[in-house]
């Protein structure tokens, strides 16, 4: 959708834009009214994986001296909100959110600037969901022997890597095709390590709301104040200052996820 978008602005107009977004809106809210209810079947069979889940490699560890879900204090509010390790999982994902607040709001904007086409800027963000897809194709490989800890921390370190990269070589077009395969590891690695976080510190019935917490935190909060802050830092500085800024951010998640995680209830936690 991106790359046609981009194609069609390319050789008509940009004035078409708001009717292309308007369309795929209302595209996705008739078809999640379409979506049904799931059955009891279906019910009882996500609790049957849930179970299954339960018992993977590394449960034992997690289960003592509490069960699964409970994992550092069993008398927590909020779903356990207030459980340490779940605390620094969204602090994580703020900090992570916040450094890519400058990549979907001026990504863009930035690399017209460096006169990148419409059409290549599109095949750019195309590129990227591509390198996310490949990467959740191929993790079912290694599924079971890699440690979500060590998934976050290099996922972090290497958006950081991607955001200072961009914003210190702007004008090379084949550093910034590179750096567009490293959304595997700032998006795909790190939705990954986080989702198996919350999975694991979240009891089964409170999963929905972990993720909730998850999603509102780092892609509500997160992303809203990394907009904003970039949006300042683009007009006071400079445009390139706001993915070194960016760069800054998610470095600081990874020394947060080293300082607080590594010797955590869930530092065996495999994906």
């Not at 509010?77 to 703020?94: E, H, K, M, S, Y």
């Not at 961009?166 to 790190?190: C, E, K, N, T, W």
Request: hydrophobic residues 50%; contains cysteine; negative net charge.
């Amino acid at each position: 959708m991106v790359l046609l978008t981009g194609l069609y602005i390319d050789l008509e107009s940009v004035m078409a834009l708001p009717l292309i977004v308007i369309v795929t809106m209302v595209a996705l809210l008739v078809s999640s009214l379409l979506l049904k209810e799931p059955s009891k079947e279906a019910d009882d069979c996500i609790d049957d994986c849930i179970d299954g889940v339960d018992k993977i490699e590394g449960a034992d560890a997690l289960n003592a001296p509490n069960k699964r879900g409970e994992a550092g204090n069993s008398d927590t509010r909020l779903f356990g909100l207030f459980n340490r390790d779940i605390a620094t999982v969204l602090l994580i994902t703020f900090l992570m959110q916040v450094s890519h607040g400058p990549y979907y709001t001026f990504y863009t904007l930035y690399l017209e600037r460096y006169h990148f086409s419409p059409s290549l800027i599109g095949w750019l963000w195309t590129l990227g969901v591509i390198a996310e897809i490949i990467f959740f194709v191929m993790i079912p490989k290694w599924k079971g022997e890699l440690l979500a800890y060590t998934l976050l921390i290099a996922s972090l370190l290497l958006a950081s890597f991607r955001w200072a990269v961009i914003g210190l070589f702007p004008d090379q077009s084949v550093v910034i095709i590179a750096m567009q395969l490293l959304h595997a590891a700032s998006y795909g690695a790190f939705h990954l390590a986080i989702i198996a976080y919350i999975h694991t510190l979240f009891k089964a019935k409170h999963r929905s709301q972990g993720q909730a917490f998850y999603s509102s935190v780092g892609y509500g909060l997160g992303g809203a104040l990394g907009a904003y802050a970039s949006g300042l830092i683009w007009k006071y500085s400079s445009p390139e200052a706001t993915f070194v800024w960016a760069a800054l951010f998610s470095l600081l998640g990874a020394l947060v996820a080293w300082r607080c995680l590594k010797e955590g209830a869930c530092s065996a936690l495999k994906v």
